[in-house]
C-alpha cells in the first residue's frame, strides 16, 4: 500500500459569480458599452449600480473568505471590452489591484474563452506528457457565458485569444 499525503501549496483562486441583473439592467449595461466613447468608469454610471454593488458584495466575500484584512474596498476602474470577428485582448495583468474580474454582458457560441496562465514560471519548463486537469495544466480556460462573471488576483496572467 501506498501512504501518500498531499498539500494544496500556492493555490490560485478563480471565482465565478453570478450577476443577478434584471433585463433591464443588462440592456441599460448594454447600452453604455455600446454606444458611449468614454467607458472606463462603468462602476459610476447609474446602469452599473447593480452589478457595481454585487462585485463590491463579492469581492468582501473572497476578502473574508481568505481571512485577508482590510478597512475598505473599492473600485478604481471598471470598464467595458467588446471583441468582434478576429479581436484578440493579449495577454496582461491589473497593476495596482488586489482582485479583477470580467463579467460576460454578451457573448456566443463562437466568443474565445478567456485563458489563465500558470503563474509558477518554471512549472512548464520541463513535464510529461499529460491529460490536462486542474492539477496539472499550465493553462485554464473559462468560455464566456452572459451575466457569469469571474474575479481573479489582479497579478494573475490572463487573455482572450482571437474570437
Known amino acids: 500500500m501506498v501512504n501518500v499525503k498531499t498539500y494544496q501549496c500556492f493555490p490560485t483562486m478563480i471565482h465565478e459569480f453570478r450577476g443577478e441583473q434584471t433585463a433591464k439592467s443588462h440592456t441599460d449595461m448594454l447600452s453604455v458599452v455600446k454606444f458611449e466613447s468614454r467607458t472606463d468608469t462603468l462602476h459610476q454610471r447609474p446602469a452599473f449600480q447593480n452589478l457595481t454593488k454585487r462585485v463590491l458584495e463579492c469581492n468582501k466575500h473572497i476578502l473574508d473568505t481568505d481571512k485577508y484584512q482590510y478597512e475598505n474596498i473599492e473600485i478604481t476602474n471598471m470598464w467595458g471590452n467588446t471583441l468582434s470577428r478576429g479581436d484578440d ?7 495596482n489591484n488586489i482582485l479583477s474580474g470580467v463579467y460576460y454582458l454578451q457573448a ?3 466568443a474565445s474563452p478567456i485563458q489563465f496562465f500558470d503563474p ?3 512549472a512548464s519548463t520541463f513535464k510529461p506528457r499529460n491529460n490536462s486537469n486542474w492539477n496539472n495544466s499550465s493553462m485554464i480556460q473559462f468560455n464566456p457565458v452572459v451575466g457569469i462573471g469571474f474575479f481573479f488576483p489582479s497579478w494573475l496572467m490572463h487573455w482572450v485569444p482571437s474570437t
Open 108 to 110: 456566443s457560441e463562437e
Open 89 to 95: 485582448h493579449p495577454p496582461h495583468t491589473h497593476s
Open 120 to 122: 509558477r514560471p518554471q
